[in-house]
């Protein structure tokens, strides 16, 4: 073990222990050069068997961990390869594990255990968009920590596994026993995004009724056995997370996102209301039905023959005052459509711009349900994104534009949303149909995607662990050229806007990465020039108004902004001249 007030490799200083599990201890430790407290991990040679083996599985950790930006998942500082002992840095996360609530306070509130199961159900869901997807395979209470803002950090990869298509089935059990779906068990298939989601209805399970599916007597029953308070609607999710064939569970994390986000709907309560709804505006139409059938039969019959046309589809949601009317427009568009891009695209531009018009939040809800319509199977075994995928065309324009969205738009957190766009970037910059600017477009976004998350913090010495001259040159390249000819006016006006918000907020880092005064001012003087001698006008006259606003805040930013470079410029012992140009 080790000692209390060591030093480890010469700057970690141990405080205390704070954990202790089958094979691992872990330490409070500091970093005084830094100021910052991390936690330190030791696996002992002595202390466990099959030590090599424990070993390989400690780097495929860290290695998994090392390539992850996400604020509900810790990162990998350092490791430490001795020879009688693995020491693995990472950050230090106040609070405690679940299960710790659990022993304490036994069942938990159901809308907490729902705001729990949503933050899961993002970091799932970018582990599962990676290439290759990763598959976490061990999620309990103990493996979840609750910090003190509520915010939950999902901890210890030990089990973790990137998919393989080509695989059949997994060589071994990896997960938890009465935790784990049936094809963790050797023999019984291969382990998928679908796994992680019977974890977390398992999970739920233990949340909600306080009974351990690891112990006696081994079995989920529906949760409301244990308290009938609970909701119905919360029930069918977890009965449906924890079906034996992954092909009966949610396919993805979007469509488990989507029904959490509406789980009151599901109860039995809410359909009897609707029933009862439903029942008394029946009677009343039937009253005057008679008289109307007459001579309305015709102009219905004709109405439901171009509804149920993908045209028809469209064009009703264009009439559509309501954003989930039009919703439910373009969705049934695409299920009877799944290769055209028409309504994936207005389905993605009503979710970044509202029924209106106008900026809305592209939020988790949101993004849960439109990756829940490129998910959705239908009768079939294929995916609608399966498909669309087939018009090589309309899905790599697509592609750029959910890149856009997630990089500019996405409300569910700065960090998560730029590293959920690199995978959309990703496929764009590999597009044979996309013209050459949006593919070097989607080239740099990617680049910067892969580092963003990394911007704000700082390595094991206090510095940032992000090259900001890097940075800068990528970010410079993005809005180089004419950009109204590549993207939409909005869409120009948001690159612009992010450029100079960047150089105000980072104009000290800038400079400590070399990037000069005469730089940071030349580039916000150029984009003043852009943006007082382009157009930004729309087909739609409100737009072209709305657009002349941002315009005019972006042109007041740049004032300000040049406030900062000059007095980043003018600060002394942060590197560089003060008077460097």
Not at 48 to 70: F, M, P, S
Not at 257 to 273: N, S, V
Not at 422 to 436: H, M, V
Not at 511 to 524: M, N, Q, S
Request: hydrophobic share 30%; aromatic share 10%.
């Amino acid at each position: 073990m080790l000692e209390i007030g060591s030093i480890i490799d010469g700057k970690y200083k141990i405080l205390n222990k704070i954990g202790q599990g089958g094979m691992s201890v872990v330490y409070l430790a500091m970093n005084e050069r830094a100021n910052k407290q991390w936690a330190i991990k030791e696996v002992r040679k002595d202390g466990v068997k099959d030590y090599e083996v424990v070993r390989q599985g400690l780097i495929a950790e860290t290695d998994i961990l090392k390539r992850l930006n996400h604020p509900h998942l810790p990162s990998i500082i350092d490791v430490i390869d001795r020879d009688d002992t693995f020491l693995i840095v990472m950050d230090y996360i106040e609070g405690k594990a679940l299960d710790y609530w659990l022993k304490k306070e036994g069942a938990q509130p159901q809308e907490r255990v729902v705001e729990w199961a949503k933050q899961i159900c993002d970091v799932f869901g970018y582990l599962h968009s990676r290439k290759p997807p990763i598959i976490y395979r061990d999620l309990k209470p103990a493996n979840v920590m609750l910090k003190p803002d509520g915010q939950i950090m999902i901890i210890d990869f030990g089990t973790a596994r990137e998919f393989k298509e080509t695989s059949i089935e997994d060589t071994s059990c990896l997960g938890t026993q009465g935790y784990a779906a049936p094809e963790q068990y050797g023999g019984h298939g291969q382990t998928d995004a679908r796994t992680d989601i019977y974890t977390l209805g398992a999970t739920m399970y233990h949340l909600l009724t306080g009974h351990n599916p690891s112990l006696p007597p081994y079995e989920m029953y529906p949760i409301r056995r244990w308290n009938p308070q609970l909701s119905s609607g919360l029930e069918e999710i977890v009965l449906k997370c924890t079906q034996r064939n992954p092909n009966d569970r949610y396919q993805s994390c979007a469509e488990l996102m989507y029904a959490l986000e509406h789980y009151g709907e599901l109860d039995q309560e809410y359909r009897k209301r609707q029933m009862r709804k439903w029942r008394t505006f029946v009677a009343m139409c039937s009253l005057t039905a008679a008289s109307l059938l007459g001579c309305v039969g015709f102009k219905v019959g004709e109405t439901m023959t171009t509804k149920s046309s993908y045209e028809g589809y469209i064009k009703e949601a264009a009439n559509s005052p309501e954003q989930s009317e039009r919703e439910k427009y373009y969705t049934d568009a695409i299920k009877i459509d799944p290769r055209r891009g028409e309504a994936y695209h207005n389905l993605l531009q009503l979710c970044i711009r509202g029924a209106d018009g106008s900026e809305n939040d592209f939020d988790r809800e949101e993004t849960a349900r439109l990756t829940s319509v490129l998910g959705y199977k239908g009768s079939g075994n294929r995916t609608n994104e399966s498909y669309f995928e087939g018009n090589k065309e309309e899905y790599d324009e697509f592609a750029f534009q959910m890149g856009l969205a997630y990089f500019y738009s996405y409300e569910g957190g700065e960090k998560s949303g730029k590293s959920m766009s690199q995978t959309w970037f990703e496929k764009a910059a590999e597009s044979e149909s996309l013209d050459k600017d949006k593919k070097e477009l989607s080239k740099r976004f990617a680049s910067i995607a892969a580092y963003y998350a990394s911007l704000d913090s700082v390595d094991e010495s206090g510095y940032s662990t992000t090259s900001y001259g890097d940075y800068w040159i990528d970010l410079v390249s993005l809005t180089d050229g004419d950009l109204t000819s590549v993207v939409n006016p909005e869409t120009a006006l948001v690159m612009y806007k992010e450029l100079v918000y960047r150089i105000d907020e980072n104009a000290l880092d800038f400079k400590r990465a070399g990037v000069t005064k005469g730089e940071l001012l030349g580039e916000l003087e150029e984009t003043k020039k852009t943006l007082e001698t382009t157009s930004f006008a729309s087909t739609n006259a409100n737009q072209t108004d709305i657009n002349e606003q941002k315009k005019q805040e972006i042109l007041n930013n740049i004032s300000s902004a040049k406030e900062h470079v000059q007095v980043a410029f003018e600060s002394r012992g942060t590197g560089g001249d003060a008077d460097a140009e």
